[in-house]
């Protein structure tokens, strides 16, 4: 049962970047998905959410509007589009997988999530 995160790398301020986030040895049709970043120094934040069903979708204030989150389950992969990239959002960034109740209210608390992948560098800089 894992999660990978792929898709970082060095890009320049207002680029646009495609994080996946993909499953192997479950399904991810069933787990409401997330996009926590984590900056040297800085705490693991939640940054955008997906719900099992994909009805409901959550950002954070940093990244509303040039975010996007969305899934493909036939894929059994998370996207993250990310646009308009700005210096800090240089991070690590990582997905996290749990099944939940009421998990649209607390998507953001690193703490309830089960499965979590590795981690891509996303390094934003001229």
């Known amino acids: 049962v894992q999660l990978q995160a792929s898709g970082g790398g060095l890009v320049q301020p207002g680029d646009s970047l495609r994080l996946s986030c993909t499953a192997s040895g479950f399904t991810l049709d069933r787990y409401n998905i997330a996009w926590f970043r984590q900056a040297p120094g800085k705490e693991r934040e939640g940054i955008s959410g997906?719900?099992?069903?994909?009805?409901?979708?959550y950002y954070s204030d940093s990244t509303k509007g040039r975010f996007t989150i969305s899934r493909d389950n036939a894929k059994n992969t998370v996207y993250l589009q990310m646009s308009s990239l700005k210096p800090e959002d240089t991070a690590v960034y990582f997905c996290a997988a749990v099944k939940m109740v009421g998990w649209g209210s607390i998507w953001y608390n690193k703490r309830i999530y089960d499965y979590w992948g590795q981690g891509t560098l996303v390094t934003v800089s001229s």
């Open positions: 997906i719900s099992a069903s994909a009805d409901y979708t």
